[in-house]
Every structure is written in C-alpha cells, then in structure tokens.
Nanobody, 126 residues
C-alpha cells in the first residue's frame, strides 16, 4: 500500500512558476518509480513527467520539456515538479503517481501506474 499526498497547487499568471510536491509513504518497493499526470477540463489524463528512482532517469511530455523539471528527495520521500513558464493550457488537476516498476515506453499511459494521489489544482490565467 502506497499513500501519495500532493501539495503546492494554486493560481498563477501566465509565465509564472509553481512547485508541486508529492509526499510518499508506505511500501517503498512499490514506489521506486514516481511521476506526475494531469487532467485539464474536457481533456484526457496525460503523463507529464516521471523519474526512475533506481537510476535517476527522467521522462517528460513534449509539451513541458524545457519548462518543467521532476526531482526526487529520497531522504524526505518526496517528489517535486518544478513548473516554469506556465501557460493557460497547463491548467489542470495534477496527480502524483507511483509504482514499483514500469516499462519505460509506457510511462505516459495512466493504466501503467498502480498508485495515485488525490490531485492538486493548478490554474494559469492569461
């Protein structure tokens, strides 16, 4: 059993920055891989970024490359998503995800991940 609690969401103007945090607890073997998904209004849930906690390899959606950075503090059992250059189209509920192992080619598929947080809202105004 893994528990994921997101924080850091809020409202920001276009061009601004936010940092999301995800505090993880529970079975450490089930959260070796962690990541972030988002779901905007009227949109499907999409993968934003993920990190392999075993080797530090990261993955990003093309839409956020160069603007978002995923990082992990293992001592604090926390994963972060630093978001810069925010755009109105980044408006969404952001979800933290975790799993023991995922195939790298499928990191961006929601069905790949077993554990989900409750989500935190990010709203970007123009």
């Amino acid at each position: 059993q893994v528990q994921l609690v997101e924080s850091g969401g809020g409202s920001v103007q276009a061009g601004g920055s936010l940092r999301l945090s995800c505090a993880a607890s529970g079975d450490i073997n089930s959260r070796a891989h962690m990541g972030w998904f988002r779901q905007g209004p009227g949109k499907e849930r999409e993968g934003v970024a993920s990190v392999n906690g075993n080797n530090g390899v990261t993955y990003y959606a093309d839409s956020v490359k160069g603007r978002f950075t995923i990082s992990q503090d293992k001592a604090k059992n926390t994963v972060y998503l630093q978001m810069a250059g925010l755009k109105p189209e980044d408006t969404a509920a952001y979800y933290c995800v975790a799993d023991g192992w995922i195939p790298p080619s499928r990191w961006a598929l929601p069905g790949t991940w077993a554990n989900w947080g409750q989500g935190t809202q990010v709203t970007v105004s123009s």
